[in-house]
């Protein structure tokens, strides 16, 4: 039940990575689900952007990129790319304080590993109600 943060290309320093840790784990558990490893790796849209064209196809700049490595109906185990450069220009953009879009970028991948989709609209709303109940869970 490892979750880990390590940096690619930025000298990020998550602010309270244990307390981080703890939420992500509770929100899991509340998802029904379960932790074998989970490693965030914050990094430069540059870094990102590379990992985007390498395995995704995608030539565009992005705030997360989720690899899920579990088994099917075993427990959860991925890496979590999350530009830091991306996560601040939307936290300006939707004007909300860069901790509550890192939070929401770090649960979202969360939510990704858990099986929840955001490519219908349906989907999304039901990803954004998520995002939004777990962000009121931090303490």
Partial sequence: MAVRFFTEE???????????????????????GQLNEL???????????????QYLNHNTLTDIITFDHSEKGAPISGEIYISVERVEENAKHF??????????????GVLHLLGY???KSSDKALMRKKEEAYLSLRK
Avoid: G, M
């Fill in 117 to 119: 989709k955001d490519k």
């Fill in 95 to 108: 004007e909300v304080p860069f901790d509550e879009e890192l939070h929401r970028v770090i649960i979202h």
């Fill in 10 to 32: 930025t000298t990020f320093k998550l602010a309270h990575p244990r307390k981080t840790i703890t939420w992500i784990k509770e929100a899991i558990k509340k998802e029904k």
């Fill in 39 to 53: 490693n965030y790796i914050f990094c430069s849209d540059q870094y990102l952007l590379s990992i985007n064209q």
